[in-house]
């Protein structure tokens, strides 16, 4: 498969509605944040900032099909002594536009790389989750200036998908219809965090995935063991235990075993999305492993 278009919704009234949603999701935040945005080659990006008003970066990429409201239970911890940076990525419903299509991971690199030298400091800490993984590991492997370290929760791109990913996704589905008081024990069970999330969350995800129209976007492809090998700054993965992408035993020492003083680890009682269901825990790693970076 390749990209031969941007993604769109299905018609203006439909890119309302998920806005007003998108809006209220983000009010999950704690204030007062700023709303930016940030022209690349590849469209115009937009980026939501919190925090303190020095120390180093730290720049947050979310997953596939989801937006900047994700983070919600990371922003008040990491924001205490950092700035905060969250991006809408291109290809995903949000606020962000695009405008030409990124083909693959060099492309990918070059917007992400363009957003990181608009905000301006010398140096960031990127963080990604699942397919933001994925791009944040890319940007260490291809554009690693500007970064100081690399952090990865649960990403692609470290083995094939698996088949009980998409199984994965289609029980997620299933489990939005079902009734509100039964979500959150399914989530549990499916080890599916998002189902017992706010429901100011949930619903800009199953308005994004009614009423948007992704590109044709190919499977992320594992990073190959030169690409791995070739990173040199500081990065830390983080692997859910009861993670649906991932084999995380089998991703810990493939990780372990290519990136120069990585530090892996696996999230115990945490599937895929181990910063909502774990977020005390993702942020006590994410804060001890930047303090070290300094």
């Keep these: 498969m390749t990209r031969t278009s941007v993604g769109r919704f299905t018609s203006e009234e439909a890119r309302t509605k998920f806005l007003a949603a998108y809006d209220r999701a983000m009010d999950l935040w704690p204030g007062p944040r700023r709303e930016l945005d940030f022209e690349t080659g590849y469209g115009t990006v937009h980026v939501h900032h919190y925090g303190a008003p020095t120390g180093e970066p730290i720049v947050l990429l979310h997953g596939h099909a989801g937006h900047a409201s ?5 922003i008040s911890a990491l924001g205490e002594h950092h700035p905060v940076y969250a991006v809408d990525t291109l290809d995903d419903p949000g606020r962000s536009v695009q405008r030409a299509v990124a083909t693959g991971p060099a492309e990918n690199a070059a ?5 990181l030298a608009a905000l301006g400091p010398e140096r960031v800490h990127l963080v990604g989750a699942s397919y933001g993984g994925w791009l944040a590991l890319n940007q260490a492997v291809h554009a690693p200036e500007g970064l100081a370290s690399v952090t990865a929760l649960d990403p692609g791109g470290i083995d094939k998908v698996p088949a009980r990913f998409y199984a994965h996704l289609i029980g ?3 489990g939005m219809l079902a009734p509100r008081r039964l979500r959150p024990a399914l989530g549990r069970l499916l080890a599916n965090p998002a189902l017992g999330s706010p429901p100011e969350m949930l619903a800009p995800l199953m308005l994004g995935m009614r009423t948007y129209r992704p590109n044709t976007r190919p499977p992320v492809q594992p990073f190959t063991d030169r690409e791995l090998s070739s990173i040199r ?18 991703a810990r020492e493939r990780v372990a075993g290519l990136i120069p003083g990585v530090r892996a680890e696996i999230v115990p009682q945490a599937g895929h999305g181990l910063n909502l269901e774990r977020p005390d825990v ?11 970076c300094g």
Excluded: D, K, T
Excluded at 70 to 74: H, K, R, S
Excluded at 111 to 115: A, D, H, S, Y
Excluded at 282 to 292: D, E, K, M, P, Q
């Design 111 to 115: 917007w992400l790389g363009e957003v």
């Design 172 to 174: 997620g589905l299933f």
């Design 282 to 292: 993702v942020n006590g790693h994410l804060l001890r492993f930047i303090a070290s």
């Design 70 to 74: 994700n983070w919600y239970p990371q």
């Design 233 to 250: 700054l500081p990065a830390l993965v983080l692997l859910g235990r009861r993670s649906a992408l991932v084999r995380a035993h089998r």
